[in-house]
């Protein structure tokens, strides 16, 4: 089954250099105008100070310097022949590079008068902030930055010649300078702390989500086992349980004595019982494959709950329970009303077979416009420690020896995925000895569609049918002809396709009855088939134990009434019927 959320897929930091790498290619696209606007300003103070020519020099290869860094930064990481090293020892030169030409323009700093020098300070400064973020505190990439431009113009402070009166303020500029400098260095170091431990998150994040895929992998894997599992098994089960219930079906048609019927009686109860296990791994199997799909219909929910009650009445009655019913006269809902009862009989039946005393309430009321059905028992209780398990399969209160008679453990496995698969909102509350409480929460509808009634009945009559029936295994065979002679027809055995498109062409076939794995990897959707082509329309009834999802899925579109072995004697006279009248 496959209800997993599904599981965001995260990149691994390949490592912390290369992440760097990346980050500065980030940060670089936002860095070329600015620093051009700072560097304009800078040419523009010293214009009328120093050398037109020096100016522009400097300028121009200033900016092409700055641009230099800029493009190779970008395509850094696009150079799939270095190394993350490598790439990195190229931003280190790169950014001294620019540094050697901001140090260079110290020179202006001692031509121009006090207020240019100053603003020619706090651009050097704030270049030095910026590229100290920009590398993220990367102390091998920024720091060669900082002293050759930060440090020098610290000093350049102290050295400036101004007039012994105002000498002061350029020390105490040059005190401020480092401290700016000490500052930037320490923010510098934290945020390349928190850089690094982004990164090492990720890789713990990446590391957590590889495993959690790795686990739902594993639960998948686990999960499609199971169903191959349970597929063969119950088809392997079914063939002699079919033939058997065919062969019972037979023997309770004839005269017998008392007690030979009560035998007969007893081993048919026996084969109804192993059908309902069997029923209930098919079941699980199809919900798995995802091939049940619902039949949305309007219709009063009360009727699905007082049949379910008339059915174990006289169950309750026999262990000393008091069942009891309490439901309004309409109770208008829209869903699938095959599966919406199929929920409430499992909750029913397992109430009564963990409540050896006392009562089994069934409640049905409107809690403002939701229909709410409660199923309260007075039975063994749920340990908190077991709510949670409850609803795996196989799994059993109070059965560790696995009594045949307790089932298979596979009933509420089967209401969970119904109630996911009909959006029904159920909770399950329970104290140990004192009892379990199940409460369903579904919306109610305002009124009831009318829906054509099921007319499939078998009054048909089957003396004289031609029916060819087509199966690998003698047991089956035999016990399908014990029965269909039993009730009129003429059976005609095959055991291949051969064989029965001979008995298509000596005779004139009303049914075929196919299993749906033949010999020699043939199958019997195909042999309908090829039977059609010598008779237009023949009904066709397949068969099968197989229960696997692809099968199901392969045999859900072939036009043909598709059964599940084992079936009683009732089911097939059913289809039979059905598949006649077309």
Request: charged share 20%; hydrophobic share 45%; proline share 4%.
């Amino acid at each position: 089954m496959s209800n997993q959320v599904p599981v965001e897929n995260i990149e691994r930091p390949l490592s912390l250099e290369h992440e760097f790498i990346l980050l500065t290619k980030r940060y670089i696209k936002r860095n070329p105008l600015p620093m051009l606007l700072m560097l304009s300003f800078i040419a523009a103070l010293a214009y009328n100070y120093v050398s037109h020519a020096l100016v522009w020099s400097w300028y121009l290869l200033a900016c092409v310097v700055l641009l230099f860094r800029v493009f190779v930064i970008y395509q850094l990481p696009d150079y799939r022949n270095l190394t993350d090293k490598q790439k990195i020892n190229i931003i280190v030169v790169l950014n001294a590079a620019n540094g050697v030409m901001m140090f260079c323009s110290l020179y202006f700093f001692f031509k121009m008068p006090p207020l240019e020098s100053v603003f020619q300070a706090l651009i050097i400064y704030n270049l030095a902030a910026g590229v100290t973020n920009q590398n993220v505190g990367y102390k091998k990439a920024y720091l060669p930055y900082v002293f050759l431009t930060a440090v020098p113009m610290t000093i350049a402070l102290v050295l400036y010649p101004a007039a012994p009166e105002e000498q002061w303020k350029y020390y105490m500029l040059g005190v401020l300078g480092t401290f700016f400098v000490i500052i930037m260095v320490t923010m510098g170091t934290d945020a390349f702390r928190l850089f690094k431990g982004s990164i090492d998150l990720r890789t713990r994040y990446a590391d957590a989500n590889e495993q959690l895929q790795q686990a739902l992998a594993d639960s998948e894997s686990s999960n499609a086992a199971k169903t191959r599992f349970l597929a063969s098994a119950s088809h392997d089960l079914r063939q002699p349980v079919h033939a058997l219930s065919l062969f019972s079906a037979a023997l309770q048609s004839r005269t017998m004595d008392q007690k030979t019927g009560e035998i007969v009686q007893s081993m048919d109860r026996s084969l109804q019982a192993l059908n309902k296990q069997l029923e209930a791994l098919l079941d699980i199997s199809k919900l798995d494959a995802g091939v049940v799909k619902p039949d949305l219909q309007t219709f009063n929910a009360v009727n699905v709950l007082q049949r379910q009650f008339e059915q174990y009445t006289p169950i309750a009655a026999n262990k000393g329970i008091a069942l009891e019913l309490s439901a309004a006269k309409s109770a208008i809902v829209h869903t699938d009303p095959g599966l919406l009862e199929q929920i409430i009989n499992n909750l029913i039946g397992n109430a009564l077979k963990y409540t050896k005393q006392g009562s089994v309430a069934i409640t049905m009321r409107d809690d403002d416009g939701q229909l709410t059905i409660v199923i309260e028992d007075s039975g063994i209780g749920i340990a908190p420690s077991e709510l949670d398990n409850i609803f795996e399969e196989f799994y059993q209160v109070n059965n560790p020896h696995r009594d045949r008679s307790e089932g298979l453990g596979l009933g509420l496995s089967i209401v969970r995925r119904l109630t996911r698969l009909l959006g029904i909102n159920m909770r399950l509350e329970s104290v140990l000895d004192k009892g379990t409480t199940v409460t369903l929460s579904l919306p109610l509808e305002k009124q009831v569609k009318q829906h054509k009634p099921d007319e499939h009945k078998a009054d048909i009559s089957f003396n004289n049918i031609t029916v060819v029936i087509v199966d690998d295994e003698e047991e089956v065979l035999l016990a399908s002809e014990t029965y269909l002679t039993a009730i009129g027809c003429r059976a005609l055995l095959a055991r291949d396709e051969t064989e029965a498109v001979d008995h298509a062409r000596e005779h004139n076939l009303d049914l075929v009855i196919t299993d749906l794995r033949l010999r020699d990897n043939k199958n019997g959707i195909k042999l309908i088939h090829a039977l059609r082509e010598i008779h237009a329309d023949l009904p066709a009834i397949i068969i099968s134990g197989d229960t696997a999802p692809d099968r199901l899925k392969e045999a859900s579109a072939a036009k043909a009434i598709f059964l599940h072995k084992p079936i009683d004697a009732n089911k097939l006279r059913l289809a039979m019927a059905n598949a006649l009248r077309g």
